[in-house]
């Protein structure tokens, strides 16, 4: 199991206290680029009236996705515990096939680097790419 | 055979003319290399990788890193014969450097987010869209000739 050193955790946090405040934009764009850019993730939301980026749904969604990564943040030291209602959702409600995790995680890259790109350092870079993988593993413990 | 669009070809022009190709590759083949750590095992001759700072300092990163964005920009520069410019590069990464594909897929993504970084705001959903067909289409190319 992929776990964070302490080091890598503080980077994490310390990147996400910054642009908390931002975290809804964040989530709008996040999700619109996966929307648009890998199309076969419009699956999930055909019940959605306006797939558009920036539609109220998706930002609505988006808002909801942030809210997740943040309280992911706060449960750093216990993602699996922490986050088990989530997984329970995905797991059985939701049932997302665990490949979508790995390309949102990649369009949240793309628009934390677009809208804090000081911060986004190398080694800031790494650190978030580790988390959002433990996140979305601690999402996927239940599927099977 | 890929389609491109006018929009896209003029998309493709926009984002390319702003492309610094020795910043650029330099910086997404380290990030590579920093946040993909297992990338390094194709990296044996290169010297120092042992730490994010070593990997940024490394002029043999450096030098590659252009080396791989010059491709990429004479590809962008031949949007309509990407598959047969790739020819040649894929027997060399499949047959010499035993690359596993995979890797492409993750060195496109780093250069997706070096330009996010560059651009900002600029590298918004429609660009993003259309740079990351185009790092498909050369993925796929690269990718041929193995078996």
């Known amino acids: 199991k992929m776990s964070l050193s302490a080091k890598e955790k503080t980077l994490v946090k310390t990147f996400f206290s910054k642009v908390s405040g931002r975290v809804d934009d964040i989530g709008n764009e996040a999700l619109s680029r996966m929307l648009t850019v890998y199309p076969q993730t419009k699956t999930y939301f055909a019940h959605w009236q306006d797939l558009s980026p920036g539609s109220a749904s998706v930002r609505k969604h988006g808002k909801t996705v942030m809210g997740g990564v943040m309280e992911a943040v706060e449960k750093i030291d216990n993602l699996c515990e922490g986050l088990r209602n989530l997984s329970d959702l995905h797991a059985f409600v939701l049932r997302v096939d665990p490949s979508n995790f790995k390309i949102l995680c990649h369009c949240l890259l793309v628009v934390l680097a677009m809208t804090s790109p000081e911060d986004f350092s190398p080694e800031t870079h790494v650190a978030i790419d580790k988390f959002l993988a433990s996140v979305s593993l601690a999402l996927s413990e239940k599927y099977r | ?147």
């Open chain 2, 1 to 147: 055979m890929v389609k491109w669009t006018d929009a896209e070809r003029a998309t493709m022009k926009k984002v390319w003319e702003k492309v610094n190709i020795n910043e650029v590759g330099p910086q997404a083949l380290a990030r590579l290399l920093i946040v993909y750590p297992w990338t390094q095992r194709y990296f044996g001759s290169f010297g120092d990788l042992s730490s994010p700072a070593a990997i940024v300092g490394n002029p043999k990163v450096a030098a590659h890193g252009k080396i791989v964005l010059k491709s990429l920009d004479k590809a962008v520069k031949n949007l309509d014969g990407i598959k047969n410019h790739y020819v040649e590069l894929s027997e060399i990464h499949s047959e010499k450097l035993h690359v596993d594909p995979d890797n492409f897929r993750l060195l496109g993504d780093c250069v997706s987010i070096v330009l996010a970084l560059k651009f900002g705001s600029a590298f918004n959903c429609e660009v993003q869209n259309t740079f990351q067909k185009f790092l498909a289409v050369v993925i796929y190319a690269l990718s041929r000739q193995y078996y």
